[in-house]
């Protein structure tokens, strides 16, 4: 009877061990996944920024088209025969 309180105690004590080191890993997962999170919401800001200065980029590179046409067309570039 001895030997099997002995035997539990020490399967109690394997436990214990072994829920330590479990909550010691589930900590460790929780702060990955916040630094995860905070990366995450750095990379969408930056692909916010980098989307709003490319379109502004296509707006000038399509306004200077636009301009390059018009100014083509006043220096009478579209007569014909003459």
Same mark, same amino acid.
């Given at each position: 009877?001895?030997?099997?309180?002995?035997?539990?105690?020490? !399967?109690?004590?394997?436990? !214990? =061990? !072994?829920?330590?080191?479990?909550?010691?890993?589930?900590?460790?997962?929780?702060?990955?996944? =916040?630094?995860?999170?905070?990366?995450?919401?750095?990379?969408?800001?930056?692909?916010?920024?980098?989307?709003?200065?490319?379109? !502004?980029?296509?707006?000038?590179?399509?306004?200077?088209?636009?301009?390059?046409?018009?100014?083509?067309?006043?220096?009478?570039?579209?007569? =014909?025969?003459?």
């Amino acid at each position: 009877m001895e030997n099997e309180i002995l035997e539990m105690k020490d !399967r109690l004590t394997a436990l !214990r =061990v !072994r829920l330590d080191n479990i909550e010691g890993e589930q900590h460790k997962f929780d702060k990955q996944i =916040v630094e995860m999170r905070a990366d995450l919401h750095y990379i969408k800001v930056s692909q916010d920024t980098l989307n709003a200065n490319l379109s !502004r980029f296509l707006w000038i590179v399509g306004g200077g088209f636009i301009a390059a046409a018009v100014g083509f067309i006043i220096k009478g570039g579209l007569s =014909v025969g003459q």
